[in-house]
């Protein structure tokens, strides 16, 4: 299978409560980094890599996002909408588009409020080359405690870290599922991610672990939002 045959999920049905009260008026999906949403960024960055075919889970103010996306036409795209009548988590919304997808078929499924410049076409590569159902971006970030960390031994200190630093690996949001893991999802109902990854290693079914070679940042505030602007400026100098 061509690699730009593939498709990308894309799960853009979250209210937003982070960025309330600007979401209570616009889905976080649409809020605008610079001149573009956010979602546009990342249809953006999926076309720059010679992905063009996206499946939208909605929510939360669908109509907005439909009106905005159209078909996708006008973005050289094409665009095709689920909508979750309640919330159905980080994976529900894939018992919704089974008929999508054969079984030995990989898709993409992303986060709707994730900033990336990853390349989607090495990460593809390597999916189809593991012939995993499940692969798992991640990325490595460092993580400084608040506290002094004491080391304590027979009621007495033995040692003590003023506020460390320590390397750990982050979940990005961003996945290639095989065709054939949707067996394990329910109908109709709640379900993550976390969940389907829990059932592939309680089988021990191995899953793939893919580090993200590009800038990467989930947005989770607004805050992030200036984050990524001042990257989208430093790109363009």
Known sequence: MNVHQIKAVILA??????????????PKPLMPIGEDPI??????????????????????QSELIRAYFGNGERFGVQVQYFHENQPMGTAGPLSMMRS??????????I?????????????ADYAQKSQLDVIVGYVKKKEKSSFGILGIQDGQITSIIEK??????????????RGKALRHIPDNKFFTMPELIAIYLESQMPIGAYLLDGFWIGIENPG??????????????
């Not at 409560?17 to 616009?26: A, D, E, V």
């Not at 249809?43 to 939360?60: D, P, Q």
């Not at 999508?100 to 499924?109: I, Q, T």
């Open 13 to 26: 049905g979250g209210k937003g409560t982070r960025f309330r009260p600007f979401s209570f008026i616009i």
């Open 39 to 60: 979602l546009l960024h990342l249809i953006k960055r999926f076309k720059k890599n010679g992905f063009h075919r996206f499946l939208v889970s909605t929510g939360y």
């Open 100 to 109: 999508e997808f054969r079984e030995d078929e990989y898709f993409f499924l």
């Open 111 to 123: 986060n709707g409020d994730v900033y990336t410049e990853v390349d989607f076409n090495a990460m």
């Open 164 to 177: 460390p630093e320590r390397e750990c690996f982050i979940n990005s949001g961003i996945y290639l599922i």
């Open 224 to 237: 992030n939002l200036d984050e990524v602007l001042m990257r989208i400026d430093q790109i363009k100098t």
